[in-house]
């Protein structure tokens, strides 16, 4: 009772009530939500903090910047929620606060599409070389769970596509990447999907910031060329899937394209079936059939795998079979 009386009163006044309602519409910074309501930073931020504290917002950072959302766990993530919904549809400081974050959103469109532009060309350059890539979308569809997921993980997401692609077949998803810019690539396009149970982070596929055993399923989709340990990106991806859990690996076959590394700083020219079996061993992973899609002149590969199941495992949300799974 306590706790709940003291979750009511954080979100007891007019400010920190505006602020749930704009977090709920996607992850905002100080600084936009400092515009948005036109108050000073140190306001604005004190009650950020409360609404925090209380449960009711999360926060992560993002290099020196700080995002806040409406909460997603927890005792007061619900209650959150409840409050939002309460709030009338035509009220008319709402519906200010909406038109200026709806600015906000275009502004942010605009820059993700600058960048976009200006790296276009050399992304088109590499898909030129390989199958399209609607044909291993629907092959990783084809290996993911009928039933979906509960939570998914893309490491390395990049623009956000594989959220995109996989955004219905799951609960929840989470997309991290280092590059700011293509984070802010991959939050507009979720937007732009309506994709809201989908989010990105910035964070570092060695060191994921997550505690063990917290996915149902990790994608890997072209990264691991461009990493200085591919085994250590395995192993660390291994480690956050739950007993049963899937991960998906999708990358090139071994190649003899030097341009590639020279001009786009590919460090590895592909991946032989036998090396990605070998570092999902070391860390735990049972490999399942592997998918080859053949282009001209790159193929590339899926290499599905689940983590082994615990000596005493407490039943996985969503565990997968490698029965009837296409190679």
């Known amino acids: 009772m306590d706790d709940l009386l003291a979750t009511l009163k954080a979100a007891a006044e007019t400010t920190r009530l505006r602020l749930l309602a704009l977090c709920a519409h996607g992850e905002l ?22 609404l925090c504290d209380a449960g009711l917002l999360d926060r992560f950072r993002e290099g020196t910047f700080a995002f806040y959302r409406l909460a997603e766990k ?10 939002v919904d309460a709030i009338p549809d035509d009220d008319a400081t709402l519906k200010l606060d909406l038109e200026r974050l709806e600015a906000i959103k275009r502004a942010r469109s605009e820059t993700a599409a600058a960048y976009f532009r200006e790296n276009a060309a050399r992304w088109h350059e590499i898909r030129s070389l390989h ?40 609960h929840r998803a989470i997309g991290v990447d280092q590059s700011r810019e293509m984070l802010a690539v991959a939050r507009n396009r979720l937007e732009e999907a309506g994709l809201r ?34 085994a250590g990106v395995l192993g660390e991806a291994a480690r956050v899937l739950r007993p049963g859990g899937l991960l998906l690996v999708v ?76 190679s």
């Open 251 to 326: 990358d090139f076959a071994p190649h003899h394209l030097e341009a590639l590394r020279e001009e786009h700083a590919h460090r590895r020219l592909g991946f032989s079936d036998q090396e990605v079996a070998g570092w999902c061993r070391q860390s735990g992973l049972d490999c399942g059939p592997v998918v080859h899609l053949p282009g001209d002149p790159l193929t590339v590969s899926i290499w599905p795998a689940t983590r082994a199941a615990a000596a005493h495992p407490t039943p996985p949300k969503t565990a997968f079979s490698f029965s009837g799974v296409p």
């Open 29 to 50: 910074t100080v600084t936009e939500l400092t515009q948005i309501l036109g108050q000073s930073q140190p306001r604005v931020s004190r009650h950020l903090k409360l």
């Open 131 to 170: 199958i399209a890539e609607g044909e291993v979308e629907a092959a990783l569809l084809r290996l993911f769970p009928e039933g979906g997921v509960e939570e998914l993980l893309d490491i390395g997401t990049g623009t956000g596509r594989m959220l995109e692609v996989l955004g219905g077949h799951v």
């Open 197 to 230: 149970h989908c989010h990105v982070r910035q964070a570092d596929m060695y060191q994921l910031p997550f505690p063990s055993g917290s996915f149902d399923a990790a994608v890997i989709h072209q990264v691991l060329h461009y990493t200085e340990s591919p």
């Open 74 to 83: 927890g005792a007061s993530a619900e209650l959150a929620r409840v409050l």
